[in-house]
């Protein structure tokens, strides 16, 4: 059987996180910390861009050091370490779909009952937005990882059978 395995990618990470700290230092310019800002009385968008873009150098920084599988799709099901380290079997996968925003495919998953495999990252604490964007339980994103998209879509083709049956 076809299995799926996406490492980290640190060459990717590392451009990642210079896009990352490229826009907190333009959250400084705009709230005005570098002189006067560009558009006086639109600060607070440049305090939200050093917030939520230092959060993510935050945690692309932490991922360059990962070495451990961040996808991997077998015959037991898929594991996303961005979401938990637990397996996902087949069985408890209703449908698979894709999202796809600028270019960029999410594989989502669509669970018989979601509270059973809750996440154990912050991308947990995202979900309920994550699944009103995405129409999902669980996105899977290989951004910043060796694997790619059409080799995953393989081989969830070839374990997963609609309505959980393998």
């Not at 309920?128 to 995405?134: C, F, I, K, P, Y």
């Amino acid at each position: 059987m076809h299995n799926f395995v996406a490492k980290p990618s640190r060459w990717r990470m590392a451009l990642l996180g210079l896009g990352a700290v490229g826009f907190v230092v333009l959250g400084v310019w705009i709230a005005g910390l570098l002189g006067n800002p560009p558009k006086p009385g639109r600060e607070w968008a440049g305090w939200l861009a050093i917030v939520f873009f230092g959060l993510c150098t935050l945690m692309i920084g932490r991922r360059l050091f990962d070495t451990e599988d961040q996808v991997r799709i077998d015959a037991q099901g898929i594991v996303s370490k961005q979401w938990s380290a637990q397996t996902i079997p087949w069985s408890a996968i209703a449908d698979i779909s894709v999202w796809e925003y600028r270019h960029q495919k999410s594989i989502i998953l669509h669970l018989h009952d979601p509270a059973q495999f809750p996440s154990t990252t912050l991308a947990g604490k995202l979900a309920g937005a994550n699944r009103a964007l995405t129409g999902g339980d669980i996105a899977i994103s290989l951004t910043g990882t060796t694997g790619r998209f059409d080799d995953a879509m393989a081989a969830i083709g070839l374990h997963f059978r609609p309505g959980g049956m393998t």
